[in-house]
Nanobody, 125 residues
Framework: QVQLVESGGGLVQAGGSLRLSCAVS????????MGWFRQSPGKERVFVAA????????SYGGFVKGRFTISRDNANNTLYLQMNSLEPQDTAVYYC??????????????????WGQGTQVTVSS
């Protein structure tokens, strides 16, 4: 397994932006497809975005609607999520996750092998 540490969360006003980062260590980063999920209190973990190791053709949850961009820097073992036009309903704990099938995109949380501790994103109206 790999170790994942998220950062970049915080409090932002509606319409603002945040960039989340996920530092990956322990194994070869390019051997993993990566994803972002989010979870609000009392709700299930929801797929946000995922990316293959070659960074081509990422996938996004339907609610993203062009506002978020997932990217990865394989040389620096870091995953990113750029979030623009944030809305109050984007408030959640955001988790990065790794899956040891680098050329596959899966939106199901149970398919991912490793998880970070999460970073809180709060969007005020």
């Amino acid at each position: 397994q790999v170790q994942l540490v998220e950062s970049g969360g915080g409090l932002v006003q509606a319409g603002g932006s945040l960039r989340l980062s996920c530092a990956v260590s322990g194994r070869t980063f390019s051997n993993y497809a990566m994803g972002w999920f989010r979870q609000s209190p009392g709700k299930e973990r929801v797929f946000v975005a995922a990316i293959r190791w070659i960074s081509a053709m990422p996938s996004y949850g339907g609610f993203v609607k062009g506002r978020f961009t997932i990217s990865r820097d394989n040389a620096n073992n870091t995953l990113y999520l750029q979030m623009n036009s944030l809305e109050p309903q984007d408030t959640a704990v955001y988790y990065c996750a790794a899956m040891s099938t680098p050329n596959t995109i899966v939106t199901r949380a149970s398919a991912y092998d490793s998880w970070g501790q999460g970073t809180q994103v709060t969007v005020s109206s």
